[in-house]
């Protein structure tokens, strides 16, 4: 017979799975890599989260656009060469809004790969489901200039998971982490702060606690009462916190509602403690 721990044959127990063991001594150090010091780690998760309308979004596409011309992002220690990225837009509209607004923020646009739907094996194509995941692993692989997957929002990926279940959440987000991992690319999941006012700043991230645990970066964008924006590093354990960073949300023209970032610089006020509670 056979379970889900051993086959028996002839009386003999014989294991079908196994740990993998590796001395320590085996295991090469390396350092981090980052997409965006201090904030962004290549072959790693990272949260973005932030209340509605704070800008995360267009704060993403910004990034995007720096990153596919090979421009230095803001504050940043790190270069890099242009390079191309994978977006999965579960809420704002391709054509209306992400398009117009990579072209407002002159992104090369032919290294911005949109996700728009699952292939099926009879040509149809439906929309993008959590079970697709592995799909995201093929495309990788078939576009090693990526560096840079984003999720808008990351609570699609979820599926069926409960996301008041750590075990449940933490399945979905490990897979993640484990592509990210495998083909050294930045993943950046886009979320929104829970209701609970009473909880500090980096425990209002969603539901369950693994949204907080799994990645190795938090990132928090938002405007305090004064109108200022800043995006600010919550989850420094990978030993660096940066200052926050201001921006502000340009528009260039009223008529075609047409907008373009500007990049502040530090600013040791803006953090989410203080945006939270400026409210």
């Known amino acids: 017979y056979k379970n889900d721990k051993v086959v028996v044959k002839n009386g003999v127990p014989i294991p079908v799975r196994e740990l993998i063991l590796t001395p320590a001594s085996q295991i090469t150090p390396r350092k981090v890599e980052w997409l965006w010091?201090?904030?962004?780690?290549?072959?790693?998760?990272?949260?973005?989260?932030?209340?509605?309308?704070e800008g995360k979004s267009f704060l993403t596409a910004s990034l995007v656009a720096k990153l596919t011309r090979g421009d230095s992002l803001p504050e940043s220690k790190t270069t890099h060469s242009?390079?191309?990225?994978?977006?999965?837009?579960?809420?704002?509209?391709?054509?209306?809004?992400?398009?117009?607004?990579?072209?407002?923020?002159?992104?090369?646009?032919?290294?911005?790969?949109?996700?728009q739907g699952t292939k099926l094996e009879d040509g149809s194509i439906r929309p993008f489901r959590a079970e697709d995941l592995e799909l995201v692993d093929a495309a990788l692989a078939k576009h090693?200039?990526?560096?840079?997957?984003?999720?808008?929002?990351?609570?699609?990926?979820?599926?069926?998971?409960?996301?008041?279940?750590?075990?449940?959440?933490?399945?979905?987000?490990?897979?993640?982490?484990?592509?990210?991992?495998?083909?050294?690319?930045?993943?950046?999941g886009l979320a929104h702060p829970n209701k609970n006012t009473e909880q500090r700043a980096v425990n209002r991230l969603n539901a369950s606690v693994a949204f907080g645990e799994v990645p190795r970066s938090i990132l928090f964008a938002g405007t305090d009462a004064e109108g200022k924006r800043s995006v600010s590093q919550m989850k420094p354990t990978?030993?660096?916190?940066p200052l926050p960073v201001e921006f502000r949300i340009v528009v260039l023209t009223e008529a075609e509602a047409s907008a373009t970032i500007?990049?502040?610089?530090?600013n040791a006020e803006l953090t989410p403690e203080h945006i939270f509670e400026s409210h």
Do not use: Q
């Open 37 to 53: 010091y201090g904030r962004i780690p290549s072959g790693m998760l990272t949260i973005l989260f932030g209340p509605f309308g």
């Open 144 to 188: 090693p200039d990526i560096r840079l997957v984003v999720i808008d929002p990351i609570m699609r990926m979820m599926g069926n998971a409960d996301i008041n279940k750590s075990n449940e959440v933490r399945e979905v987000l490990e897979r993640l982490a484990y592509i990210a991992d495998k083909h050294k690319v930045a993943v950046v």
């Open 82 to 115: 242009a390079c191309s990225v994978l977006w999965f837009s579960f809420e704002d509209p391709l054509e209306e809004i992400v398009r117009p607004r990579l072209g407002w923020l002159n992104a090369d646009l032919d290294r911005v790969l949109l996700e």
């Open 262 to 266: 500007e990049w502040l610089g530090p």
């Open 238 to 241: 990978l030993g660096v916190k």
